[in-house]
Structure formats: structure tokens, C-alpha cells
């Protein structure tokens, strides 16, 4: 009965001998207590030496994976995301769609996050997939690509607050559908903020996020200055959300230089 | 308006000519032997040139062990995470030890999404088998309580690049990952498993292996570490698996079949690349 229900769902090489069937992670006995880890000092500076608006330093590259016809790489500290863009390719389905189709998909690495996580993909992943679509769907020229699909495929090595993470994520998918020719109106820079204690905590990082009140990850396109997704969560008075869309938009711009810096240097490159 | 004349006249070529990238697509392997008559690559390697391997260990923080290891283009990164479980029943002294790879469709327009495909699944077997037969960790170690419990390591394998010889590139980010393992001190306490926060307790290695894969083209030419090119073309290849003492731990041969010379010459030159590999590993251990 087991292994017919295990099978329906697609997950029977899940049981194999080799590994056992239940696993569980310990009890760590804490030395430290993390409440007492205080988020920001008197000067407001936060445990990595940043001011509340400011955002972590990104590295980003593109190019990482030759198979793919664009890719990227973005790290924030410790966030570590990789993005590969395949099209855009026939659809495979028969019935006509005179716009491109947007396929999206995230998978968090099993030793991304502090727990381990299964191979298949979960429900959060699912979300994040169609919350990356939502944000990049509006920049991408898909009415000039009747018939085809682009496949966006995220992978996060390393998850330092899932927030950020999405964020991170969409930014580092714009630039790798740049990457691959694809046209769009603009690059979408993704930013996130945390609320925590009446503060506002920009590009937030795990300790941070789990301290959270309410979180926003909003998605701009800076030339246009077009927002092409908000997503907030908890509550949350309205002047604060005024100001952490401000925040965020202007930290989107920072981040925009970053992505244009990084495909100037990769059209270098393929020139060479 | 006229006829379109042909101003130029040109007499028509008796001979088709193709642009090389023309030719590769509708004729690989032939253009593949056209490389290898004038003894080179496609990619300019002589037969016996690996590519430019690089190590990076404790890359990621959330992980108990990790490394990530291109050679070439290829990029694979494995994450270790340490559980804990119930030991079976006929081994109660031993742990676990789960290699698993996901070669997902980030890597290559070869992969689809959705379960692992055959490849893969095909690839952690032989990884399980190069741990278990001959023992690489001593199992036993990894006991918290005998029959009640012990630990768990899942080894995670994930590529990022697939450009060939993927194989390889996993026992080396396998083995220097497990080397890289630091497992708090945990005890048994009425059923429940309490562990330190700090980690200081590294594993134990019987053997260090690793694998040296060349393609076998027609029957005769032995390209060491094979790109993916070469691999959709080539479907005999041998794939060595020796330890530090230059034993034989596994032989993993697929396709035509091959003299006791060829295998000879594939054992001494794996030989000659382990000790490339030992050296990469030790330096990118000194930069951690």
C-alpha cells in the first residue's frame, strides 16, 4: 500500500536501502543564546558593520554556466545563487500561444538551509518559482516570441534569509535573461527589507529575518521606474510601508548599477 | 526589371564546403576523427591533457562540509548535512553514509525537471559503491549510542556546469567535502540525541580514492577527461578509481572492448593524475 502511494507520487527512488527511512537533526545545546544577540548597536550599526539602509555588497557574474544560453551568479555574503536561462526554445506543448511562455523555477540545494532539505520540490519552492515569474514576466518582450519558451532555472546554493534570497533571485535572473539576448523593456532589481521593532532593516539576513515582524520584497525596473511586483507580509503601519518602498527603490537602483556593471563586462568579454 | 544574372561568374564548386561549426552538427563524430588523425582535441588538448582543475573547500557555511570543484567548465558543488537516526539492525555500531547527486536542469538542456533521471540516479549508485567496497570512512565512527543511535551524512551533490567527465568532478568534491566534515560531540539521553554546538570532530578516512576517466575513440585512441562534446560522441570510456597507495578500488568500463595494454596505460596515467589531484587538494586546503 506503502510503496503504490510512494509510487503515484513520483518519489519511489526515495526508498532505497542505503538510507534510512526517518532522520532527525539533534538538539543542540546552545552556548550562546541567539536572543541576546543584539540586532544593532547604539550607533545603529548591525552585527556586520552596516548602517539600517544599507545593503550587503554584491558580487555578480555572468556567464558561469557554458551550457546555458545565459547565466548568472550573484552572492550577497553568504546568499549563493545561481541562475541558467535556456531559450527561448519550441514549446513543447501542441496548442498555439502567440506569446512566449515564462518558466520559472527555484530549487534550494539540500544543504542550503539550516535544516536539510528534500530533493523533490516542496510547496515553498513552488511559491518562490511563481514569485520570481511574477516579478520578471513584465520586463521580458514575451509578445516577440510567439510559439517559444524561456526556462529560467534558479538554484541557491546557500540560503541566508529566504527573503533576501527571493530577491536576489529575481535580480540574478534578469541579468541572466540579458545575458542570453532575450529582449525586455528593462532589468529588474530586486531589493528586501525586514520590520523589526519599529526599525526598518534593509536587505535582511537570516538572524535578522527571524525576528521580523514583517518583511517587503519589492521589484523595480529603474529606467522605467516601473515596480513590477510588491510582496509584503505582517503588520505593518502605512508610513512605515511608504518609506520601506523608498528605501527599496532607491536601494534597487544601487542594485541596478551593479547588473549593468556586470553585463557591460560580460559583452567585453564575448568581444574578445 | 531584369534577370538576375550572375555577374561574377562563378563556376559552381564540385566540392560542398562547410563552416567547421556546419560540419560539427551534422557529422560529429567524423569531425571529432578529423581532430583526432592530426593527434589534438576539438578543444586543443593533447590525448592525455586534463583541464584545469580547481578546489574550494568550506564554501558553504549552512553545510557541515563542502567543496566545489571545476574541472574546466564543469562546476559541482557538494554540501554535507549531518542527521540523526536509528542504526539498522545488523549494524548497530555503523551510521550512514547517502551520496546523492541532482543533476538538475540548471547544468545542461539535456536535463528535464522532475525526479532524478537515469544518469543521476545511475552516478550516485556508482558513488555508493566507491565508499562502501572498499570502505573509505569507517562507519563505526560516526556511532553516537550502539543500536540507538547514530549519525546520518547526507551527501549532497549538485551541478551546476555540465561539461563532461562529471564523475570525476564528483568523487573529488565527495572526498574533499567528507575531508572537510567537522561533527559536533553529541550524546544519547533518553531517546533524544543532544549535540554541542561547537564542531570539532573530523572523520576518519581508510582510503583516499579518486577517479580518472578517459573516452576510448575508435577502439584506440584514449582521450583523458573527456568534455561533453566528446562524451555525446564517445560511448566507450574507462573510468579508474585508485587510492593513495595507487591500488585499484574500482574499474567502471562502458562501450567497445579494450586491450590489457590500453587498461595498463589508463592505470599508470591515473596514477600520474592522482598525485595532480592530492597536490590541488592539499593547496586548497592550506587556503581555508
Redesign the interface.
Known sequence: MRNKLIQSE??C?LLDE???E???????????DKEKILLKDVNGRRRDGRNLEDIRPIFLKTG?????NGSAYIELR?T?I???V?GPRQTKVASFSGKGNLNC?I?F??????K?RQ??RDAQEKELSHLVFEALAPSIRLDLLPKSTI?V???V???DGTASCLAAAITCASVAVADAGIEMSDQVAACSASYIDGDIYMDSDLLEEQRETGSIVLSYMPSLNEVTHILQSGEVEISQTTQAIEQCTDACSKIYSVMNHSLLESVKDKMQ | MGKVTNENNVKPNPTITFEAETFRRIQPEEYLRKFVQQHVRPDGRSYNHFRKTTVNLS?????DG?SMVRIG?T?I?C???A????P?LNFPKEG?L?P?I?L??????RFK????SEQA?IISENL?KLLKNPKVIDLETLCIEEGKAAW?L?A?I?C????GNIFDACVMALISALADVKL?K?VYEDG???????KIFALSFIRIPYSISFAMFDGKHLLADPN?MEESIIKSAITIAIDEAGQLCNIWKVGTSCTSEQLRFCISKARERYVDITSIIEKAKQAT
Open positions: 513520483n518519489l527512488w542505503h538510507r534510512p526517518v532522520t532527525v537533526t539533534p538538539i543542540i545545546i546552545k552556548s550562546s558561469l554556466i557554458s551550457q546555458a553568504q549563493k545561481a541562475c541558467g535556456y523555477e530549487k540545494a539540500p544543504f542550503s538551509c539550516l536539510r530533493s523533490y526556462d532555472f534558479i538554484s546554493l546557500e540560503n | 564554501c558553504i557555511t549552512t553545510a563542502s567548465n562546476t558543488v554540501g554535507i548535512k542527521e540523526v537516526s536509528e539498522k550512514y547517502v546523492n541532482d538538475s536542469p540548471i547544468c545542461s538542456p525537471p522532475g525526479p532524478p540516479q555508493n546520518v547526507f549532497d549538485v551546476v556546469n555540465y561539461d559536533p553529541a533524544l540525541v543532544k549535540a554541542t554546538e561547537e561533453e
